[in-house]
């Protein structure tokens, strides 16, 4: 069964600080994603990691996928306040059963 | 970019009711789709997989009999609680996939909320 394991499950830091989330899972998998979500609302796409060694950035924001380790970061270089929210990383078994498995996600609060 | 919509957004309904979520790709073609349900703080649990012109594919402990899936369409899946309780409050997010793209990936609905009472 895959497991998809995330790292912190929550998160409060100080504006302007750096910090990274992991994602760990359990099986071998080649595509991985990376949502955020705000309250009440759906999940935005941030990143889509295709291959062994990708890595992607957007803003404060920088994703990167080790596929032998199986591990997934999301970098936050200078945090600001408007990055408060959930975010959740995802891993693909297209393969198998069609589907993407889902992290507990980690809830990101910057104080101002 | 992609667009999938779900009608409605919200809902409130009365304990024993039956209530249907439409989930529709905009600008694209899906031949699948995926029903989520989201509790308060917790992550994105999987229900079914919803593949048009067949039966959906339920994940282990999801009532196939409670949870109707229709996908009639390439851009229509519907999603039907039956005799809803309040304990199938929660938020239903639907799925599409875009294929063709270098980069496949799902497009989220903004959700449904539903609230049994």
């Known amino acids: 069964e895959l497991k998809v394991e995330q790292n912190p499950l929550f998160l409060s830091m100080q504006e302007g600080k750096n910090y990274t989330i992991y994602c760990n899972y359990s099986t071998t998998s080649d595509r991985l994603y990376w949502y955020r979500q705000d309250p009440g609302k759906s999940l935005e796409s941030l990143f889509v990691l295709l291959s062994n060694g990708a890595v992607k950035q957007e803003g404060r924001l920088m994703a990167s996928l080790d596929t032998k380790a199986r591990l997934s970061t999301l970098h936050i270089t200078a945090a600001v306040h408007d990055l408060s929210a959930t975010y959740f990383c995802?891993?693909?078994?297209?393969?198998?059963?069609?589907?993407?498995?889902f992290g507990k996600g980690t809830r990101l609060h910057i104080l101002p | 970019g992609a667009v999938v919509s779900q009608h409605p957004s919200w809902v409130i309904c009365k304990s024993g009711t039956s209530v249907k979520i439409e989930c529709r790709s905009l600008?694209?073609?899906?031949?699948?789709m995926f029903w989520y349900r989201q509790f308060p703080k917790q992550s994105l649990m999987l229900m079914a997989t919803s593949n048009e012109g067949s039966k959906a594919t339920y994940e282990q402990g999801v009532e196939k009999d409670k949870f109707l899936i229709n996908h009639a369409s390439l851009t229509l899946s519907t999603l039907t609680v039956t005799s809803a309780h309040p304990e199938d409050s929660s938020f239903y997010i639907c799925?599409?996939?875009?294929?063709?793209?270098?980069?496949?990936?799902?497009?989220f609905g903004p959700g449904t909320r539903l609230l049994v009472l």
């Open positions: 995802a891993v693909d078994i297209w393969g198998r059963d069609d589907k993407i498995i």
């Open positions: 600008d694209f073609q899906a031949t699948t």
């Open positions: 799925s599409a996939i875009l294929l063709g793209q270098e980069k496949e990936t799902q497009y």
